[in-house]
């Protein structure tokens, strides 16, 4: 006695169904992973490759899912389309066609599974990452800027009548800026006043104060880049926290400020 079993598969060779799951199992696939891509039920996909038309929704939906499915792995369309005609029985296509009460009833397609499937690309999300990495080094760098853009401020001190009649903290290029634009400031009556001048150089932000014999205050606190020039009585009394940042001149002559420093930082009594 034959076995129906191996009758329906030998009958099946060459038809739409052994076509569908043929070319399922040479991409590789399970029928959970196709369901997953195209929405439709994995019993429906079943039913096509069994070619278990009565386990399928009616004809013309059942031959869409067999359209789509030959599209999603590859196959001629018109083909299976075809073979799903040519197997499709006719007591089920006048069933089918007779029965319009509900003709949605039968879809299954439109189910998603009761499982969420969220998918995320790596890409995009390191592509995130990397924007708000990016946000905060330049948020950082603004933030420090400002920070830097404040303690450069020059500090500027109420000078009292005496203080700038002896001569406190007079920039180079302020003098020389008056002294073209015809202004009646005296260099040479401010000497009078003094006995000795100190040319200041700095060249990178420094704390600098710098008193003469009198008390008077020459000059205070940080200190930008710039030539200064300054006049007082000597000797000076002179603090500067960092040497390096510092060039000083009395009367014209350098003044190694390294035999003064200790760990960069220098405090002494400067004369002539």
Not at 90 to 95: I, Y
Not at 167 to 175: L, P
Not at 231 to 239: E, L, R, S, V
């Amino acid at each position: 006695m034959t076995n129906p079993s191996t009758n329906n598969q030998s009958n099946a060779q060459g038809s739409f169904g052994a076509m569908l799951q043929q070319a399922r199992k040479t991409k590789q696939l399970s029928l959970e992973d196709a369901s997953r891509e195209l929405f439709i039920l994995k019993r429906h996909l079943q039913a096509m490759e069994d070619e278990n038309f009565s386990a399928l929704p009616q004809a013309a939906f059942a031959r869409g899912f067999a359209i789509n499915y030959a599209k999603f792995l590859d196959l001629d369309p018109v083909q299976v389309a075809t073979s799903f005609d040519a197997a499709y029985p006719n007591e089920l296509k006048v069933q089918s066609t007779s029965n319009i009460d509900s003709p949605l009833r039968p879809m299954g397609t439109l189910q998603r599974d009761s499982r969420s499937r969220i998918r995320f690309n790596p890409l995009l999300i390191l592509a995130v990452i990397g924007l708000i990495i990016l946000a905060v080094f330049l948020f950082r760098m603004v933030t420090n800027a400002s920070k830097d853009s404040q303690d450069t401020t020059p500090v500027v001190e109420n000078l009292s009548a005496s203080e700038q009649a002896q001569g406190a903290a007079i920039d180079t290029s302020a003098i020389d800026n008056v002294g073209a634009s015809g202004s009646a400031l005296n260099l040479n009556n401010t000497a009078a006043m003094t006995n000795a001048a100190l040319d200041v150089n700095v060249t990178a932000n420094a704390d600098i104060t710098i008193t003469d014999a009198s008390g008077a205050s020459l000059m205070s606190g940080r200190q930008t880049v710039g030539d200064y020039k300054l006049f007082g009585t000597p000797p000076f009394n002179i603090q500067i926290d960092n040497v390096d940042n510092v060039n000083l001149s009395l009367n014209q002559e350098a003044v190694a400020l390294d035999q003064y420093a200790t760990d960069k930082q220098a405090s002494f009594a400067l004369t002539p």
